[in-house]
T-cell receptor
Framework: DAGVTQSPTHLIKTRGQQVTLRCSPI?????VSWYQQVLGQGPQFIFQ???????GRGNFPDRFSARQFPNYSSELNVNALLLGDSALYLC?????????????????FGPGTRLTVL | AQSVTQPDIHITVSEGASLELRCNYS??????LFWYVQSPGQGLQLLLK??????LVQGIKGFEAEFKRSQSSFNLRKPSVHWSDAAEYFC?????????FGAGTRLAVHP
């Protein structure tokens, strides 16, 4: 089975531009999460989507938005890019969020999209 | 506040030597704990996870980790390191909808 796929692999933008990153989850997985990994740091949670609804949001400005499609793929959009948005953006999928309020199932990560803002 | 601390930023070991990577967490409830590995330019690969039960968990590639509630720790170990283990290792604690990661430990392996 194919793992989590992300596109594009690399992206170069200039300050003020907008960018859209794409993610396809593992077949059968209905939940997608997005993480930002700045060089030298651990990943930081941005969003979780399940059944096309936002189920969680990290401490990121409104310039960051996302959506999930009926086929459970997802897009992450970032507007008005800043130099500090340069990072590896990771997508993770899992079958379903924890039904008892805890995410007990494993998140599987894609290879990421490397965004460079000049 | 929920957090994960990996005290060692860089570790260098010789091939064949044993390895222990430290992880301490702060979490209000029973933690669900994970170790991921990231090779240069790659995404994250799950090594092992702890949800409940036996506090010593076995993972892939010969790794194991021990959950110690009294010390709020979840240290990763391997008895004999291979050159291919050189990578960055992340400890994470899981909540309802997100993982909280430590800053990572970069492992270098000398031949």
């Amino acid at each position: 089975d194919a793992g989590v796929t992300q596109s594009p692999t690399h992206l170069i933008k200039t300050r003020g531009q907008q960018v859209t990153l794409r993610c396809s989850p593992i077949s059968g997985h209905k939940s997608v999460s997005w993480y930002q990994q700045v060089l030298g740091q651990g990943p930081q949670f941005i969003f979780q989507y399940y059944e096309k609804e936002e189920r969680g949001r990290g401490n990121f400005p409104d310039r960051f938005s996302a959506r999930q499609f009926p086929n459970y793929s997802s897009e992450l959009n970032v507007n008005a890019l800043l130099l500090g948005d340069s990072a590896l953006y990771l997508c993770a999928s899992r079958s379903v969020p924890g039904l008892a309020g805890r995410g007990t199932d494993t998140q599987y990560f894609g290879p990421g999209t490397r965004l460079t803002v000049l | 506040a929920q957090s994960v601390t990996q005290p060692d930023i860089h570790i260098t070991v010789s091939e064949g030597a044993s390895l222990e990577l430290r992880c301490n967490y702060s979490y209000g409830a029973t933690p669900y704990l994970f170790w991921y590995v990231q090779s240069p330019g790659q995404g994250l690969q799950l090594l092992l996870k702890y949800f409940s039960g036996d506090t010593l968990v076995q993972g892939i590639k010969g790794f194991e980790a021990e959950f110690k509630r009294s010390q709020s720790s979840f240290n990763l170990r391997k008895p004999s390191v291979h050159w291919s283990d050189a990578a960055e290792y992340f400890c994470a604690v899981g909540g309802y909808n997100k993982l909280i990661f430590g800053a990572g430990t970069r492992l270098a392996v000398h031949p």
